[in-house]
């Protein structure tokens, strides 16, 4: 199975900040990678597929880059909504594999 | 517009099969490409994906839970079922539904909390 590992588990930061959630595979994943954002007691919601692709609807201010084994979202400037959970997932070969997961805190 | 709801118990025992279905509307899983997952999270863990059906009737499964898992669908009713045996307390979890159409999971079910316990 391909693990994917996130960093860092928690993060601080302020309204305002630039922030960077990395996910790296166990193997090469090419960009057959998703990141998601969760908030309390909700589903996931997709905010970037294929490594890169921002959906549809999902502010500017989130980005996605990489490729191979190697990944990171941005938030270029953190709002108060953002303030939750984000986790990576492979879609590159079965089965498919989840991030532990990086929380986003209020410094 | 499209929809996916899951249910099923909310308790189950120890031992038990669980079974929940994955209703969905807004799409058809016969469409070349689309495919239905199950997912869950522990309360206060992460996501961990469970299985997969796609339009060709092909499923795949976690590598941990493959021999407990067993996933299906009826086309015409837009259902897919997810079947556990064995359930143990820490399978306790919210059990989401959710559509792929290999650009990742873009629609999900609200979940169905699970929990196994006598």
């Known amino acids: 199975d391909i693990q994917m590992t996130q960093s860092p588990s928690t993060l601080s930061a302020s309204v305002g900040d630039r922030v960077t959630i990395t996910c790296r595979a166990s193997q090469s994943i090419s960009s057959w990678l998703a990141w998601y954002q969760q908030k309390p007691g909700k589903a996931p919601k997709l905010l970037i597929y294929k490594a890169s692709s921002l959906e549809s609807g999902v502010p500017s201010r989130f980005s996605g880059s990489g490729s191979g084994t190697e990944f990171t979202l941005t938030i270029s400037s953190l709002q108060p909504d953002d303030f939750v959970s984000y986790y990576c997932q492979q879609y590159n070969s079965y089965p498919w594999t989840f991030g532990q997961g990086t929380k986003v805190e209020i410094k | 517009q499209v929809t996916l709801r899951e249910s099923g118990p909310a308790l189950v025992k120890p031992t038990q099969t669980l079974t929940l279905t994955c209703t969905f509307s807004?799409?058809?899983?016969?469409?070349?490409?689309?495919?239905v997952s199950w997912i869950r999270q522990p309360p206060g863990k992460a996501l961990e994906w469970l299985a997969l059906?796609?339009?060709?009737?092909?499923?795949y499964y976690s590598t941990s839970l493959k021999t407990r898992l067993t996933i299906s669908k009826d086309t015409s009713k837009n259902q897919v079922v997810l079947t556990m045996t064995n359930m143990d307390p820490v399978d306790t979890a919210m059990y989401y539904c959710?559509?792929?159409?290999?650009?990742?999971?873009?629609?999900w079910g609200q979940g169905t909390l699970v929990t196994v316990s006598s």
């Open positions: 807004g799409f058809s899983l016969s469409t070349s490409g689309m495919c």
């Open positions: 959710a559509r792929t159409a290999q650009r990742g999971f873009d629609y």
């Open positions: 059906i796609d339009w060709d009737d092909d499923k």
